[in-house]
């Protein structure tokens, strides 16, 4: 059964860097999918922040995309998420997924961590 | 890219069935056949019940249904039950690679 396990500060302060770190089991993380970081803020909907490929391609939401960078370590089986210089708008849940063959559909999911930006 | 239109909430009562819409555009949900659906009980992480369009992954119900007619896609739930009451949220793939989110529907079972 593949399973996703995001890990990181859950308190970040105001203009400083939310580093998250996603660790995948069941599954390579070389394999045919996709890498999602997705997120939801408290009471709100799911926001997209975007996607990583093994071979380090990478696809981002327009809304994010200055300040996100998402990175893969094939040795480790993980990938991960940074976003710079964060607000108290970037509180939320951060949610690792996987795409399943790129097709656009989240078929796995970490749990899920808070990450609540202040001071 | 903006995100998908949804109705805040959609009602119905155990048994009935409901429909709940999902509107983009040409750029997305009328341009792919990469549109999927999600359900989040309060508190927990999402679960993929449809992907492309119609298709549902092993191990959930035959009650949950999709479709897509040009820029709208839809998920019907029959059977409606006390359970399905949830968030619901749709997703696209987009022209310009990314993915893109509805804005999300709570169902309520009255």
């Known amino acids: 059964q593949v399973q996703l396990q995001e890990s990181g500060p859950g308190l970040v302060k105001p203009s400083g860097t939310l580093s998250l770190t996603c660790v995948v089991s069941g599954d390579s993380i070389s394999s045919s999918n996709w890498w999602s970081w997705v997120r939801q803020p408290p009471g709100k909907g799911l926001e997209w922040i975007g996607e990583?490929?093994?071979?380090?391609?990478?696809n981002y939401g327009p809304s994010l995309k200055t300040r996100v960078t998402i990175s893969v370590d094939k040795s480790k089986n993980q990938f991960s998420l940074e976003l710079t210089s964060v607000t108290a708008a970037d509180t939320a849940v951060y949610y690792c997924?996987?795409?399943?063959?790129?097709?656009?559909?989240?078929?796995?999911w970490g749990q899920g961590t808070l990450v609540t930006v202040s001071s | 890219q903006s995100a998908l239109t949804q109705p805040a909430s959609v009602s119905g009562s155990p048994g009935q069935s409901i429909t709940i819409s999902c509107t983009g555009t040409?750029?997305?949900?009328?341009?792919?056949?990469?549109v999927s659906w999600y359900q989040q009980h309060p508190g927990k992480v999402p679960k993929l019940l449809i992907y492309d369009v119609n298709n549902r992954p092993s191990g959930v119900s035959h009650r949950f249904s999709g479709s897509r007619s040009g820029n709208t896609a839809s998920l019907t739930i029959s059977g409606l039950q006390a359970d399905d009451e949830a968030d619901y949220y749709c997703s696209s793939s987009t022209d310009d690679n990314t993915q893109v989110f509805g804005t999300g529907t709570k169902v309520t079972v009255l």
């Open positions: 997924a996987r795409d399943s063959e790129g097709a656009a559909h989240f078929d796995f």
């Open positions: 040409s750029s997305d949900i009328g341009g792919y056949h990469y």
């Open positions: 990583i490929y093994h071979s380090g391609s990478t």
